[in-house]
């Protein structure tokens, strides 16, 4: 970890009420994001809600209307040469020196992130299978995001700030990346994660920041998201289960089986599924809702991917 890491305060970022506009529209208006040290942070939103000028922020590459935002505990303008020893960054589409090699641009992209880990930089352009040899303009999206990745992953900084940092991505490495965000998690890194995938940050992320409009709409864990809402129950047996009347059971007999289903209040989960055992079910599942259906349920509208 960084030389700092022992004096870091709790919360590596502290915004409270950030607005920002550009002339007449608001992209950020009071919004409040609190990224504790040592988490992973999922942050969410449609496009347009304000996430990547919230990271700008953070950055240090814009002005802020109003509003106090703090990172590392520090200002993320006057203090940036600072904060910057402690924070690397990945954005979403990464530009490279073309006339580089992969190799050197990891390498130049190491220095700017402070201290480099060169046995871990080795491991993962082995694990996210990079050519490091081949010049930067060779590249596709999905390689010049590996780059960016790898400085990143094997730097010693104690803030990793991740925008959409899989896009381009296939399934095979977006696995490498979350197994290497986990490791890092075990050390005690901390990660704010913006990501459209929300898959991925049901796997990896502590706590989740859904912002809306430049707002924030919601923050917490995933039980304290789900909180509120329909956990599903399934359950197959061979007769109907009795005492489930009180659930409103939705029951249907195929073949020789009884296929129930119950729609449950996270207080009423754990007598149903009582009772749903003591009738010795041949299949249960208790599913919470996804973090898909917690989304579509504060917008209304398709979940991003």
């Known amino acids: 970890m960084g030389g700092m890491s022992q004096s870091l305060p709790d919360s590596l970022v502290q915004a409270a009420g950030l607005q920002k506009r550009f002339g007449t529209t608001y992209a950020l208006d009071g ?29 240090g590459q814009l002005h802020l209307d109003s509003g106090d935002l703090r990172v590392f505990g520090r200002h993320p303008i006057r203090d940036a040469v600072a904060i910057h020893a402690q924070l690397a960054y990945v954005p979403g589409d990464t530009v490279l020196w073309p006339s580089l090699s992969g190799g050197e641009c990891i390498d130049m992209l190491g ?19 990079l050519d490091p040899t081949k010049r930067a303009r060779s590249y596709s999206k999905g390689n010049r995001q590996k780059v960016a990745l ?18 381009g991505l296939d399934p095979l490495m977006e696995a490498v990346f979350q197994q290497t965000v986990r490791e890092l998690h075990e050390q005690g890194r901390t990660v704010l994660l913006s990501s459209h995938i929300l898959d991925e940050v049901e796997a990896l ?36 289960i009795a005492g ?23 207080e009423q989960v754990p007598d149903a599924v009582t009772i749903v055992a003591a009738a010795n079910p041949d299949a249960l599942v208790v599913r919470p809702p996804s973090l898909d259906e917690l989304f579509l349920s504060e917008y209304g509208e398709t979940a991003p991917r």
Do not use: M
Not at 111 to 129: C, M, P, S, V
Not at 214 to 232: I, K, P, Q, W, Y
């Open 150 to 167: 790898i400085a990143a992953l094997s730097s010693e900084a104690d803030l990793l700030v991740l925008d959409e940092p899989t896009s």
């Open 31 to 59: 919004l409040d994001l609190e990224v504790h040290q040592g988490e992973v942070h999922g942050f969410l939103g449609p496009n347009g809600a304000g996430k990547s000028t919230t990271i700008r922020a953070i950055l």
């Open 111 to 129: 220095r700017f992130h402070g201290a480099l880990d060169r046995a871990r930089r080795d491991e993962l352009i082995d694990r996210f299978e």
């Open 205 to 240: 992320c502590d706590r989740v920041t859904i912002i809306r409009g430049g707002r924030t709409v919601r923050t917490g864990t995933l039980d304290d998201l789900r909180a509120g809402t329909s956990t599903t129950i399934r359950a197959t047996t061979v007769e109907p």
């Open 244 to 266: 489930l009347e009180a659930y409103a059971p939705r029951s249907e007999r195929s073949g020789e089986q009884w296929h129930t289903e119950l729609t449950l209040t996270r």
